[in-house]
C-alpha cells in the first residue's frame, strides 16, 4: 500500500516500532471504541430531535424546548436512575468488568453492547497495525472500521444510516486515496459512482416488482463509501458477501419469527455490507487473486 512517508520518520520513535504500535492501536482503538459508544447512542435521538424542530417550524409552532444534547453534552448518565458516569466508570472494558455490567448507583444491568462495541473498535485498529504496519493505510482501515462500527449499529438499532457518517466517509475515502493509498484516485471516484448507483438500480428494480422498498437511501452512501475507499473492483465482492451474510442472516430472523423468539428481531442490511466492507479492505485482493486464478 502506498502512502506518505511522514509515518515512518525517527522523531516519532518506538511508539511506531512493530513491536508497540499495535499496541499503541488498541489503546487507541478501544478508547475510540467508548466513543463510539456514545455515537451510536446519540445521534440518533440528535435526528429525531431536528427532524421535531423542523415539523415545528413548517407547522408555525415553536420549536419544543429541550436541554443542551449533542455528542459531548450533557455528560454520560445511567438511563434507569440518571446518576453520571465518573472516568473511572468510563474506562473501556475494564470498568465493565470490574462493576460486573452493573450502574454503580442503581445496579441495573448495562448493555453488552458497550464492551462489545469498544472491543471491536479496539481489537480492529490493532490489526490494522499488525496488517499495515505504521502507514497511511492502517490509519485509513481504521478509521474505515470505526465508521462502519457506528453505522451497522445504529442501523440494526434504528434503521438508519445517518449522513453525518455516510457521507464524509464516502470523503474520506476519497481523500485516502489521493495517495493511492487502496485504490488509485479514479479507480476510487468510479467505486464511489459505481457504489451508490448499484444499490439505486437493486432498490429501484425491488420495488417496481414488489411495490415496497427493500432497502434504504442510507444503504446507497454506505456501499459509495466502500467504493470510494477500496475502488470499483472490489465492489462485485462487496456485494456477494453482503448478500451471502444476509442470507446467513435472513434464515436466523425466519427462525426468529417462527418460533417466536422475538417479535422485533430483524436485521438490516448497514450490518452486512459493514461486514463485506471489511472483508472486502484484509482479504479482497487474495481472493480476487484466486477467483482469476481459477478462470
Known amino acids: 500500500m502506498a502512502g506518505p512517508g511522514w509515518l515512518a520518520q525517527p522523531a516519532l520513535g518506538w511508539l511506531l516500532s512493530p513491536g508497540v504500535f499495535p499496541w499503541v492501536a488498541l489503546v487507541v482503538g478501544l478508547c475510540i471504541g467508548s466513543f463510539l459508544n456514545v455515537v451510536i447512542h446519540r445521534l440518533p435521538k440528535m435526528m429525531e430531535a431536528e427532524w421535531r424542530a423542523e415539523c415545528a417550524e413548517l407547522a408555525g409552532a415553536p420549536a419544543p424546548a429541550t436541554e443542551r444534547f449533542n455528542l459531548f453534552v450533557p455528560r454520560s448518565r445511567c438511563p434507569s436512575c440518571g446518576k453520571q458516569i465518573s472516568a473511572l466508570e468510563n474506562v473501556p472494558v475494564l470498568s465493565y468488568l470490574f462493576l460486573k455490567g452493573r450502574c454503580s448507583g442503581c445496579h441495573a444491568k448495562v448493555s453488552l453492547k458497550y464492551p462489545v462495541v469498544e472491543l471491536l473498535a479496539g481489537i480492529g485498529s490493532a490489526y490494522c497495525a499488525l496488517r499495515f504496519g505504521a502507514s497511511l493505510a492502517a490509519i485509513a482501515a481504521a478509521v474505515f472500521i470505526w465508521f462502519t462500527i457506528a453505522l451497522a449499529f445504529i442501523d440494526q438499532e434504528t434503521g438508519y444510516l445517518p449522513d453525518d457518517l455516510t ?67 472490489m465492489l462485485p465482492l462487496v456485494i456477494l458477501v453482503s448478500s451471502i451474510v444476509g442470507l446467513f442472516f435472513g434464515v436466523l430472523q425466519m427462525l426468529a419469527a ?25 482479504w479482497g485482493e487474495p481472493v480476487m487473486r484466486w477467483y482469476l486464478r481459477g478462470t
Open 167 to 233: 457521507l464524509p466517509l464516502v470523503w474520506l475515502g476519497l481523500a485516502f486515496n489521493v495517495f493511492g493509498t487502496f485504490a488509485p484516485l479514479q479507480e476510487a471516484v468510479i467505486g464511489a459512482m459505481a457504489g451508490y448507483l448499484s444499490l439505486w438500480l437493486v432498490y429501484w428494480a425491488f420495488r417496481l416488482v414488489t411495490g415496497k422498498e427493500g432497502m434504504g437511501y442510507g444503504d446507497f452512501k454506505m456501499n459509495a463509501a466502500v467504493g470510494a475507499l477500496l475502488g470499483w473492483k
Open 258 to 282: 417462527r418460533r417466536q423468539w422475538d417479535s422485533n428481531f430483524r436485521f438490516h442490511f448497514g450490518p452486512y455490507l459493514a461486514i463485506a466492507g471489511i472483508v472486502a479492505l484484509f
